[in-house]
């Protein structure tokens, strides 16, 4: 992999996760998904919770991609298409792979990842003419519970990949990061399930 001068060139979104874990889907997908599943509450975890095989649904055709259970830190987000390399500098290493995850990108354009417990009081008006969705805590600080990434709608495969700093930095400096390497597709035949693997990087 070729150096990258700039410690941030993989990426210069963070999420702050302050539950257990990520999600990433696409806003209208997903919509659509609990639609047509008649699924009106907005206490989305705990409904998947006792509905395992609603969620292994939505993970299988690629409505939700969800990344659990990890620390409750804060991570570098990047989402890159397979024909763009992904290079890391000499601090970083790579320490977790998982491919064949799916993914289903809507009309909107667009892929929302941040902490899963954003889907404890699920709204996506939240989301519209956003590109974030952040807040302050009592002492001041900017956290972003959500990013947004443009991506074109399509089908994807989706490579996960996690790294981290090979010498830890001090707070408030992301030391733990995830790119999401996508792969457009005609068939989602396959899948990955994501909750089944090891995917703590900050204890790898």
Avoid at 63 to 78: D, M, R, V
Avoid at 117 to 144: C, M, R, V
Avoid at 181 to 200: A, H, K, Q, Y
């Amino acid at each position: 992999m070729s150096e990258v001068k700039n410690p941030k060139a993989m990426s210069e979104k963070i999420v702050d996760v302050s539950g257990y874990g990520l999600y990433c889907l696409s806003i209208e997908s997903f919509t659509s998904f609990l639609k047509n599943h008649n699924i009106k509450t907005k206490k989305l975890n705990s409904f998947f919770d006792k509905n395992r095989n609603i969620l292994e649904e939505a993970i299988k055709d690629g409505y939700l991609l969800p990344i659990a259970t990890i620390n409750s830190i804060a991570y570098y987000i990047e989402v890159k298409h397979l024909s763009e390399a992904v290079e890391l500098g000499e601090e970083w290493q790579e320490v977790l792979t998982i491919e064949n995850c799916n993914l289903r990108v809507g009309t909107d354009s667009a892929i929302w990842i941040g902490t899963l417990d954003t889907l404890d009081n699920w709204n996506p008006a939240d989301f519209k003419e956003q590109e974030s969705i952040s807040y302050e805590t009592l002492d001041g600080e900017t956290l972003h519970s959500s990013q947004k990434f443009t991506i074109t709608p399509a089908d994807y495969k989706v490579k996960l990949l996690g790294f981290k700093r090979k010498k830890i930095l001090p707070y408030p400096t992301a030391n733990f990061g995830f790119v999401f390497e996508l792969r457009e597709t005609s068939s989602f035949d396959s899948f990955t399930n994501p909750l089944v693997e090891n995917v703590n990087i900050a204890k790898m």
